[in-house]
């Protein structure tokens, strides 16, 4: 009894600096990551999903969520990147042409993670059928690029020049100006197509860690923990809460579980805990809901939710 009642009041402590936001809502100077979107590659509501999930949306009482994506904005060297290209590209895009920079350009560059549905298709709309775009500038790795360059459609974007493809290597830190820096890593994942990448994107002051697709922890070369305390702040996945989410083997779609993650960290301190912004929620997620107990309880223990809109300086 004495033990439930510390972890009580220590959830107490906790939801007085958790439950309250899981975003930080001010841009807080000319350099910031901005969250574009959260689900996992296929959205919410999920197609011929008849859960009550994706019924929730239905009926109302959840809001439409936007395909994993983040957006760099640099006011100080007025310029805009976006980290994936997902089927929910023409909004997010939009969203940041409208809240954040218009500066001209639909984009000054799009680093992409992997060839997976939610992450790189969304270039679909620079073609010729839609925007049809001159040279905008594509970050990835080099088995992505000969993906694009020999695969339709993606090959008609190249030839076309409605991309430019900018060939990225491991470890290798892009310098986009002075003060702004990003760099790619290997991890392991379903690398069908394409290697998959995470990124570290550096600021003037501050950094952060994207890894939206990983399989398991372990499977990496790097400490998840290690590297998490390196950044200010850690976007990282958390497609499914535990085993047992969907009836299938959840062997064959190896990621994280949110459950995994917390245990790795739960001999941290608030302050390491404090920097992980769960990210790229299956619509089967618990805590892709609004409000959910199980989502509560993670928050509880010093964790976040990325969640759209929400915005962390990198000043």
């Known amino acids: 009894m004495r033990v439930f009642f510390y972890f009580l009041t220590l959830s107490s402590l906790f939801i007085g600096c958790n439950s309250k936001s899981d975003s930080l809502n001010s841009k807080s100077g000319n ?47 007025n310029k805009k990147y976006i980290f994936d290209a997902t089927p929910d590209f023409t909004q997010q895009l939009q969203i940041l042409k409208s809240n954040h920079l218009d500066n001209g350009h639909v984009i000054d560059g799009v680093f992409l993670t992997h060839a997976h549905i939610g992450h790189y298709t969304g270039l679909m709309y620079f073609g010729k059928e839609a925007m049809s775009s001159q040279d905008i500038p594509v970050y990835l790795m080099p088995r992505m690029k000969e993906y694009l360059k020999t695969s339709g459609p993606w090959s008609q974007l190249v030839s076309m020049k409605n991309i430019e493809l900018k060939k990225l290597n491991k470890d290798s830190t892009i310098v986009l100006n002075k003060t702004l820096k990003v760099t790619p890593f290997l991890v392991p994942h379903r690398d069908e197509y394409s290697e998959t990448v995470g990124y570290k994107i550096e600021g003037k002051g501050k950094s952060a860690l994207f890894i939206p697709d990983i ?33 299938r083997p959840m062997k064959d779609i190896p990621h994280p579980f949110i459950v995994e993650t917390v245990k790795l960290f739960q001999n941290e301190s ?46």
């Open 215 to 247: 399989n398991k922890w372990e499977l990496w070369k790097k400490n998840i923990v290690e590297e998490v305390k390196k950044v200010d702040y850690a976007f990282i996945d958390a497609t499914f809460f535990k085993d047992g989410e969907i009836p």
């Open 270 to 315: 608030l302050q390491t805990k404090s920097k992980i912004y769960f990210i790229h929620l299956n619509h089967t997620n618990p805590a892709l809901k609004e409000k959910n107990s199980l989502k509560d309880s993670i928050r509880n223990l010093g964790f976040y939710f990325a969640k759209e809109g929400a915005n962390f300086s990198l000043d």
């Open 31 to 77: 350099q910031y990551i901005t969250i574009l979107g959260v689900a996992q590659d296929a959205g919410f509501p999920h197609i011929n999903c008849n859960k009550n999930c994706c019924k929730a949306f239905y009926d109302g009482s959840e809001s439409k969520k936007l395909v994993v994506s983040l957006g760099l904005v640099d006011l100080e060297n």
